[in-house]
């Protein structure tokens, strides 16, 4: 669903991160430590959840949500 408020879990569910999805393709194949930085509600979730969900990258999210 496109409009809905959650964050996303697919890649077809996501809109224009083509660049972001790459660079976070990119950096994992390079073993380097990545930073999903950026303002409230940008996407920041959505995208690494549905790169994680379509990559073969054994993973464990958490999400750390400080009051």
Same mark, same amino acid.
């Given at each position: 669903? $496109? @409009?809905?408020?959650?964050? %996303?879990?697919? =890649? %077809?569910?996501? @809109? /224009? @991160? !083509? !660049?972001? $999805?790459? +660079?976070?393709? /990119? &950096? #994992? !194949?390079? &073993?380097?430590?990545?930073?999903?930085? &950026? =303002?409230?509600?940008?996407?920041?979730? *959505?995208?690494?959840? *549905? @790169? $994680?969900? &379509? *990559? +073969? =990258?054994?993973?464990? #999210? =958490? /999400?750390?949500? %400080?009051?």
């Amino acid at each position: 669903m $496109l @409009f809905d408020l959650t964050p %996303k879990s697919d =890649i %077809k569910e996501l @809109f /224009n @991160f !083509e !660049e972001e $999805l790459e +660079k976070l393709r /990119n &950096g #994992f !194949e390079g &073993g380097r430590t990545i930073l999903l930085l &950026g =303002i409230r509600r940008a996407g920041k979730s *959505s995208l690494l959840r *549905s @790169f $994680l969900n &379509g *990559s +073969k =990258i054994p993973n464990i #999210f =958490i /999400n750390y949500l %400080k009051d």
